[in-house]
């Protein structure tokens, strides 16, 4: 049978889908999980599809001068997200917690709390953005003489944008944590498709294109999130409460909001730290070069994490209720799912990274092709070191992992430092950024077996190394693809990257993982 199907894949996939039908009918949560899934996928797929579109047209739209002024501006005050980043996933966590103990009034109290909390942190934000941020930007950035007052403009259009996107974080995890995803996917796509529209706008408006470019985004930013609130308040139930602290739920996210805090600041300067190192050892343009392998890295793991999103909530659901052993199923089959995900887009990239840059750049700095491919590494290292961040946060037990895991991350800068002045190349930081990864990985995991008896070996065997052999799972006939090309044969089909193949896999080791647990 098993030589069968692997002569005859179309067969194979429609095997796989009844088998997984019938799956599907002897578990509702599994069903809500494959069908989420599916939301995300279009989502995902349409969305990336408009905003590759619109980027480019946008750049001619406003000229080179004006996009990197939006940009840097832009840019500038995306920082403020420092401030806010550990509310946000105080947010999630907590509603999402709330909402699987099925206590409503609790709900209702912690709902309010993280309302209350994000109006005060908006006022904060509008204070800090007008007095200290615009300091800094007058003082600081250089923008053309004659652009100035559009550039401040954009500027107080960002912060508004900003501040809206804040005020609507209650609301979005609502949608996330009652798992809505199908109102999720059709307000991304609508807001995708709005955004769209901004590119015709700009060439008929009469005004400012910097200007009206940034009016049109914060106008799409107020709508989407109208739309968000509209539809929480209509549909769920804790969303219809007003204002208000409680004491005890306040003292919880305030606790939790500020060790994630840590983990978060250490991320963001490792980031910046080793962009400087690389800047004063080898100069701007392999600045440029790492750049580019990041936005990559951004793109693909951005990928994973949305779908990835269909399974998250119930992790937190069922660790609420007590429910252990499926919390960590689930967490074996995200890592699963995800590490296929990862695979899927980077294996075409690392063969064929030179033609996809040359199809996607023309020229490109000189290392670009290295660091994009140890780029496309960490993200897989970093994507298998994720999966346990939500069994991990719902325990809120995230005090110790916050301050260890964020002193790894800042090691990369004085390790990096050593190794530059010692005369390596720049590719070193990257190397070093991956092995400190695998390190942070397995820190994590193990203070995860401490806490949960997290089954580590299981996991390594089951989902990280589970997920290489599901991808890899090709029959002898699929092979003949390597010898056409990557993307010849990604155009004709013949790159079987198994996801049909090996969905009742996945699934499967839900119910298998619960049995092994519970002996």
Same mark, same amino acid.
């Given at each position: 049978?098993?030589?069968?199907?692997?002569?005859?894949?179309?067969?194979?996939?429609?095997?796989?889908?009844?088998?997984?039908?019938?799956?599907?009918?002897?578990?509702?949560?599994?069903?809500?999980?494959?069908?989420?899934?599916?939301?995300?996928?279009?989502?995902?797929?349409?969305?990336?599809?408009?905003?590759?579109?619109?980027?480019?047209?946008?750049?001619?739209?406003?000229?080179?001068?004006?996009?990197?002024?939006?940009?840097?501006?832009?840019?500038?005050?995306?920082?403020?997200?420092?401030?806010?980043?550990?509310?946000?996933?105080?947010?999630?966590?907590?509603?999402?917690?709330?909402?699987?103990?099925?206590?409503?009034?609790?709900?209702?109290?912690?709902?309010?709390?993280?309302?209350?909390?994000?109006?005060?942190?908006?006022? *904060? @934000?509008?204070? !800090?953005?007008?007095?200290?941020? %615009?300091?800094? $930007?007058?003082?600081?950035?250089?923008? =053309?003489?004659? &652009?100035?007052?559009?550039?401040?403009?954009?500027?107080?259009?960002?912060?508004?944008?900003?501040?809206?996107?804040?005020?609507?974080?209650?609301?979005?995890?609502?949608?996330?944590?009652?798992?809505?995803?199908?109102?999720?996917? *059709? @307000?991304?796509? !609508?807001?995708?498709?709005?955004? %769209?529209?901004? $590119?015709?706008?700009?060439?008929?408006? =009469?005004?400012? &294109?910097?200007?009206?470019?940034?009016?049109?985004?914060?106008?799409?930013?107020?709508?989407?999130?109208?739309?968000?609130?509209?539809?929480?308040?209509?549909?769920?139930?804790?969303?219809?409460?007003?204002?208000?602290?409680?004491?005890?739920?306040?003292?919880?996210?305030?606790?939790?909001?500020?060790?994630?805090?840590?983990?978060?600041?250490?991320?963001?300067?490792?980031?910046?730290?080793?962009?400087?190192?690389?800047?004063?050892?080898?100069?701007?343009?392999?600045?440029?070069?790492?750049?580019?392998?990041?936005?990559?890295?951004?793109?693909?793991?951005?990928?994973?994490?949305?779908?990835?999103?269909?399974?998250?909530?119930?992790?937190?659901?069922?660790?609420?209720?007590?429910?252990?052993?499926?919390?960590?199923?689930?967490?074996?089959?995200?890592?699963?799912?995800?590490?296929?995900?990862?695979?899927?887009?980077?294996?075409?990239?690392?063969?064929?990274?030179?033609?996809?840059?040359?199809?996607?750049?023309?020229?490109?700095?000189?290392?670009?092709?290295?660091?994009?491919?140890?780029?496309?590494?960490?993200?897989?290292?970093?994507?298998?070191?994720?999966?346990?961040?939500?069994?991990?946060?719902?325990?809120?037990?995230?005090?110790?992992?916050?301050?260890?895991?964020?002193?790894?991350?800042?090691?990369?800068?004085?390790?990096?430092?050593?190794?530059?002045?010692?005369?390596?190349?720049?590719?070193?930081?990257?190397?070093?950024?991956?092995?400190?990864?695998?390190?942070?990985?397995?820190?994590?995991?193990?203070?995860?077996?401490?806490?949960?008896?997290?089954?580590?070996?299981?996991?390594?065997?089951?989902?990280?190394?589970?997920?290489?052999?599901?991808?890899?799972?090709?029959?002898?006939?699929?092979?003949?693809?390597?010898?056409?090309?990557?993307?010849?044969?990604?155009?004709?089909?013949?790159?079987?990257?198994?996801?049909?193949?090996?969905?009742?896999?996945?699934?499967?080791?839900?119910?298998?993982?619960?049995?092994?647990?519970?002996?």
């Amino acid at each position: 049978v098993r030589v069968f199907f692997s002569q005859n894949g179309i067969t194979r996939r429609v095997f796989s889908l009844i088998i997984l039908t019938v799956f599907m009918q002897t578990s509702i949560n599994n069903k809500h999980i494959v069908k989420n899934t599916a939301y995300l996928y279009v989502r995902l797929v349409v969305s990336l599809a408009i905003g590759l579109f619109t980027s480019r047209i946008i750049l001619s739209a406003l000229g080179v001068s004006d996009y990197g002024i939006y940009n840097i501006v832009g840019g500038f005050v995306s920082m403020l997200s420092l401030f806010t980043i550990s509310l946000s996933g105080a947010t999630s966590r907590f509603i999402t917690f709330e909402l699987g103990r099925g206590d409503m009034e609790r709900m209702k109290k912690t709902f309010a709390t993280l309302s209350t909390l994000v109006y005060l942190l908006a006022v *904060i @934000v509008l204070i !800090l953005g007008e007095t200290v941020g %615009l300091w800094f $930007v007058k003082e600081y950035l250089v923008i =053309p003489d004659e &652009r100035w007052k559009a550039a401040l403009f954009v500027y107080h259009c960002s912060l508004l944008a900003f501040i809206v996107n804040l005020i609507a974080l209650p609301y979005n995890s609502c949608v996330i944590a009652h798992e809505k995803m199908n109102f999720f996917a *059709i @307000v991304s796509v !609508l807001d995708s498709v709005l955004k %769209l529209g901004i $590119v015709y706008m700009l060439y008929i408006s =009469p005004f400012d &294109r910097l200007r009206t470019y940034a009016v049109l985004l914060v106008a799409i930013g107020v709508i989407i999130r109208i739309i968000y609130i509209i539809y929480c308040k209509h549909t769920f139930e804790e969303a219809k409460v007003k204002w208000g602290i409680d004491k005890n739920i306040f003292k919880d996210i305030f606790s939790y909001s500020a060790w994630i805090t840590i983990g978060a600041s250490s991320a963001i300067f490792k980031e910046q730290g080793v962009n400087v190192l690389v800047n004063m050892f080898f100069g701007v343009l392999f600045n440029a070069a790492r750049g580019i392998s990041m936005q990559v890295y951004g793109v693909v793991s951005q990928f994973s994490y949305s779908i990835g999103q269909a399974i998250t909530p119930q992790i937190t659901k069922e660790y609420a209720v007590g429910n252990l052993p499926r919390a960590i199923s689930l967490t074996f089959i995200l890592a699963k799912v995800q590490g296929i995900l990862i695979m899927t887009l980077s294996l075409p990239l690392l063969l064929e990274t030179n033609y996809v840059l040359g199809l996607w750049l023309g020229e490109f700095p000189d290392y670009t092709v290295a660091f994009m491919q140890w780029a496309l590494i960490l993200c897989y290292t970093r994507t298998l070191e994720d999966t346990h961040g939500t069994l991990y946060l719902a325990t809120g037990n995230v005090k110790c992992l916050q301050i260890i895991g964020g002193g790894l991350m800042l090691l990369n800068i004085p390790i990096d430092y050593v190794f530059l002045k010692q005369g390596f190349e720049p590719i070193i930081t990257m190397i070093i950024g991956a092995v400190l990864e695998v390190v942070t990985m397995f820190v994590a995991f193990m203070y995860l077996k401490k806490i949960v008896k997290f089954p580590i070996l299981c996991f390594y065997r089951e989902a990280a190394i589970g997920s290489m052999r599901a991808f890899f799972n090709f029959s002898s006939s699929d092979i003949i693809f390597l010898e056409r090309g990557v993307f010849s044969a990604l155009l004709f089909g013949q790159y079987r990257i198994c996801i049909y193949d090996n969905w009742f896999e996945l699934f499967d080791c839900i119910e298998h993982k619960r049995e092994k647990l519970n002996n």
